[in-house]
């Protein structure tokens, strides 16, 4: 005689992954050495590439706004090297899409960054608005040392740990680098991290920012975003003097 039992089984928040954008980074440098013949300096261009994770956490008539980590836009070690000359961003969907992406806001001490993007429309990772309890299922989006493809992407999940200070969460995700940025969510799909470091002897445990302080950078950023938008519409309805082109 057999009996049957219902077992629940977690469902993968798969709605997430349409908010799930690569952040690409060009770093454009001039290497230089001495030439001990002439006395002189030997400059070569070149350039460097990377790659992190994000996902559009807001939207507006011109596109959307994507969260990602603030070492995966900018980073610190770069602005202090004088051969780095300069740098460009952008995003790819999971349709392989690319788009131009700019700099709206950082906060290194959190390790976050938003970016602006234009013409991009993507459905947008809406953000938990409770406060999250040890032991919360976590699922998350990510590329990996870059793995991504057409309509692939890798899915992971764990737990919330608890935070190890006021302004670091802990999760149970694998990463590697590539994975920077990405989102954590519940679920039902809601934002509650994003992941910017891993331990590097024990790569099953990530960081990501307090999660409190993450939905204020998030609210914060949308609110520079708008403004600055507002502005620079404004200027533009502004007329021109004659003669003045």
Do not use: W
């Not at 956490?57 to 706004?65: E, M, N, P, Q, T």
């Amino acid at each position: 005689m057999f009996s049957t039992s219902c077992v629940k089984t977690d469902h993968f928040p798969t709605h997430t992954i349409d908010s799930f954008v690569k952040v690409k980074r060009i770093s454009y440098i001039m290497r230089c050495k001495q030439d001990p013949e002439k006395g002189e300096s030997i400059c070569m261009p070149t350039i460097a590439r990377s790659s992190g994770s994000g996902a559009l956490v807001s939207k507006g008539s011109l596109g959307g706004l994507i969260l990602t980590a603030a070492h995966v836009c900018d980073s610190m070690e770069e602005r202090l090297d004088p051969s780095i000359k300069g740098f460009e961003l952008s995003v790819v969907d999971m349709s392989l899409k690319e788009y131009e992406a700019s700099i709206v806001n950082l906060d290194y001490d959190l390790d976050a960054c938003i970016l602006a993007v234009e013409g991009i429309d993507l459905p947008k990772v809406p953000i938990y608005e409770g406060r999250l309890v040890e032991g919360t299922k976590a699922y998350n989006v990510a590329a990996p040392v870059g793995i991504m493809n057409k309509n692939m992407v890798p899915l992971l999940d764990g737990y919330y740990m608890g935070n190890d200070t006021p302004h670091r969460a802990m999760y149970t995700i694998p990463a590697a680098g590539g994975s920077s940025g990405s989102p954590i969510v519940n679920s039902k799909g809601e934002l509650i991290g994003m992941i910017h470091s891993v331990n590097i002897r024990f790569p099953m445990i990530t960081v990501s920012p307090e999660f409190e302080n993450l939905r204020k950078f998030i609210t914060q950023s949308s609110k520079i975003y708008n403004f600055e938008l507002q502005k620079k519409l404004s200027l533009e309805l502004i007329p021109k003097a004659p003669g003045s082109d």
